[in-house]
């Protein structure tokens, strides 16, 4: 009898250790282990966008995304990427360099004339979409000239009202329309940076520190293609690049990765 029970007692120990075994080795369970993600929360990223192009600072930007092997962002105006040859032949470059994603900035760029621009959503919109097809422009990520403002999905954000209609406008037909959080400003004359390369780290640092950027741990600087004309190797662009990648916990990256 005792011989009897001992042998189903030991049964349904072995159909217990057999289930044991089966959980842990379900590809179930080891699905669900490796899509767990690994979160490095010590990576900053930073996402450079440049505005305006192309224009003559627009050969050494390239050059120097090719040197550096970095990815950036440019908003392209149609009106100067079809203005001379050579603003074609600097378009090209962009779109022809897999580092580079282009993005819209419109065609006219307002005539700069912002306010009377905004006054009209649906003629802001027609400008978007001329310049999409007109430059076969691949992405559809837009910034709206003189706005900072922002329509992605759970996400609106205005600087100033007028442009707001636009920018609904323009998502609900497609494109992300990305702002900024941080600029690197510049003399309207000379193209020369206001802030020192220094200054830029030191705002970098700051923001995010503070956790006052659009997204924690994700930066979106501003800048122009002008800034950049006179020589790669002096620039203050390869400056600020080295800089971000001897902190090492920078990753500079496409807005394409920007979460949602």
């Given at each position: 009898?005792k011989q ?14 057999s ?17 767990e993600?690994?979160?490095d929360?010590?990576t900053?990223?930073i ?36 203005s ?15 580092l580079?994603?282009v ?9 700069n ?29 837009a ?5 900072n ?13 007028s ?26 004359k000379?193209g ?19 956790k ?49």
């Amino acid at each position: 009898m005792k011989q009897t029970i001992f042998s189903v007692l030991l049964f349904f120990v072995c159909i217990s250790c057999s289930e044991d075994n089966a959980k842990s080795e379900s590809p179930v369970n080891n699905k669900a282990s490796a899509l767990e993600p690994l979160r490095d929360t010590t990576t900053r990223y930073i996402y450079l966008t440049f505005d305006d192009g192309p224009l003559d600072g627009s050969e050494d930007i390239d050059d120097a995304v090719t040197k550096e092997n970095i990815k950036i962002n440019v908003f392209i105006v149609g009106q100067h990427a079809q203005s001379t040859k050579k603003m074609r032949r600097y378009y090209q470059l962009y779109l022809n360099n897999p580092l580079i994603e282009v993005g819209n900035h419109s065609f006219s760029h307002a005539h700069n004339q912002y306010e009377k621009f905004y006054e009209n959503p649906q003629n802001v919109l027609q400008d978007f979409l001329k310049c999409q097809d007109q430059l076969k422009i691949p992405n559809k990520y837009a910034r709206q000239p003189g706005r900072n403002q922002w329509r992605l999905k759970d996400t609106s954000i205005n600087d100033v009202r007028s442009g707001s209609q636009s920018a609904d406008l323009l998502y609900k037909n497609g494109f992300k329309v990305f702002g900024w959080d941080i600029e690197w400003q510049h003399d309207s004359k000379t193209g020369t940076p206001v802030q020192t390369v220094d200054d830029m780290i030191e705002i970098i640092e700051k923001r995010l520190n503070e956790k006052k950027t659009v997204r924690p741990g994700h930066l979106v600087l501003l800048s122009h293609d002008e800034m950049f004309r006179n020589g790669w190797e002096e620039s203050e662009l390869k400056q600020l690049i080295e800089k971000l990648k001897a902190k090492g916990n920078y990753r500079l990256e496409h807005l394409s990765k920007y979460p949602e």
